[in-house]
Nanobody, 127 residues
Framework: QVQLVESGGGSVQTGGSLRLSCAASGYTYSVNCMGWFRQAPGKEREAVAGLYTYTGDTFYADSVKGRFIISQDNAKNTVYLQMNRLKPEDTATYYC????????????????????WGQGTQVTVSS
């Protein structure tokens, strides 16, 4: 099993930046893919970014491409989401998720790919 803990959320104004962290513990050597998702009130959970841990390949939703960067620090077992030029529509609860290979047939953006989820961290962007 893998345990995930997100941190780094907060409130910023439009155009500001935040860096979210997702610290993993447990069977971290088995992690195949990490994803960041977000969910705003009344909306479905949507994929934001994904990272395949062995290849370093990264993927982004069109809505955040060019503004967000997903990265990993293997020594710290931590995945980051650097969020720049934030907009009010980025306001949501952000979740990180881990796939240990059981979801290998799913695309990075499919929530069902990921068996493990963090508790979420709130990001609020004011205009």
């Amino acid at each position: 099993q893998v345990q995930l803990v997100e941190s780094g959320g907060g409130s910023v104004q439009t155009g500001g930046s935040l860096r979210l962290s997702c610290a993993a513990s447990g069977y971290t050597y088995s992690v195949n893919c990490m994803g960041w998702f977000r969910q705003a009130p009344g909306k479905e959970r949507e994929a934001v970014a994904g990272l395949y841990t062995y290849t370093g390949d990264t993927f982004y939703a069109d809505s955040v491409k060019g503004r967000f960067i997903i990265s990993q620090d293997n020594a710290k077992n931590t995945v980051y989401l650097q969020m720049n030029r934030l907009k009010p529509e980025d306001t949501a609860t952000y979740y990180c998720a881990a796939d240990l290979g059981g979801g290998s047939m799913e695309t990075w953006s499919a929530p069902r790919k990921y068996a493990y989820w963090g508790q979420g961290t709130q990001v609020t962007v004011s205009s």
